[in-house]
DNA sequence: CTGGTTGCAAAACCTTTGCAAAGTC
DNA sequence: GACTTTGCAAAGGTTTTGCAACCAG
C-alpha cells in the first residue's frame, strides 16, 4: 500500500456501477466485493478496514479480514477507493466519490470535512511557491482548531 | 503516541544541553539516552527508531529497540524530540530544533525540506478560511513535484 | 473449464508492556 | 538508598502472504 493510488479516480453513484467497472478490468463481482462496496457506501466517510469487514449493518455478514485489505487494494488498483491516515490507528478508506479532505485538530481530535474546492486558494499558493501540486487527501492537514487555539490548546 | 507532543519544544544545540534540560526536570542522563541523542544529532533529520538504535556509526553501539521507543517517547515529553509520518512505515524522530517541514512527492517520493517560514502564507490562508492553526510537522505536504506532474505523473 | 477470489492460518512489521537487574543521582 | 532506566521477552495492533478450496464468467 503505496500512498499513490494506481488509476485516475472512478467516481461512481452505486454498487452496480462499481461493479461494471470492475468487470470491464476483468476484475470478478464477487460477494465479498460487494460486501467492500456497500459498507463503503452505507458508511459515506472514511473507515477502517476491520469497519469495512463488519458489513453494512455491523458486525453481520462479515468477510475475512484478508479478504477485505485485498478487495480494498484491488478497488484503490481500479480508482474505486483511496485510504488515508487521520492520525495515529489503522488506515481509512473511502469511495473515490467522496471527494473529500480533511482538517484534523492536534488536540481536541476534532475532524472537519472540508470540500476540496476551498483547499484550491492553499494549493495554489503552494504552487505558486514550490511548483508541487499539493493534494490533501492522503493525509490531512493538523493543526489546532478554533476552540483549542483560544483556549491556549496548544499542545 | 500521540500527534500532538507534550511540551513546548525545547531546540538546543548539542547532546549536554539536552541532558541538562532532562535533569532540570528529574530525568537521568543514561548512556541509552545519550546514543539517541547523538544519533539524532548526526543525522541531522527525521530517522526510524531502528536507525536510532544502531547508533551514531551504524549497527555500531547498538541499545535495546524498546529502551530507544521508551527515550524517544521522554524526549518528546520534554520537548526536544518530535516524530512525523512521511509516509508508510515506522514514524521518524527528529530533535525538535530541526524546524523543518517537508513537501512529498506521491509519485517518485522525492522529500523537500522546507523552511516552515516558507509555509507561513499558506498558514494564514488556512487561518483566514478555517480559523484552523496549521502546522506540517507531523504529516507532510503530500503531492506531484514539478518533475512528476510535467511528464504526466499523475498516479 | 479457467483463472480470479476466498477463508484460514501464519507471518511480517512496528510499537508497547511486564519485570527483574542495573544504573544514576 | 531511592527511584529511574535498561534489556530481554512477550504481547498488541495493523497489514501481508501462502495455499488449497471455491466461485464467477
Redesign the interface.
Known sequence: ????????MQAVESVDEAEAVLRERGLRASAARRLVLETLFAAGGPVSAERVAEGVIGSVPRSDLASVYRNLERLQEVGLVRHM?L??GPGLYVLAGAAQEY?????CNAM?V?DPA?LD??RA??HD??????????????????AC?DHGG??
Open positions: 500500500m503505496t500512498i499513490a493510488h494506481h488509476s485516475p491516515h492520525g495515529h482538517l484534523v485538530c492536534e488536540s472537519r472540508v476551498q486558494g492553499v499558493m503552494i511557491t514550490f511548483g508541487y501540486e499539493a493534494g490533501f487527501g492522503h493525509f490531512p492537514i493538523v493543526g489546532l482548531c478554533p487555539s496548544a499542545e
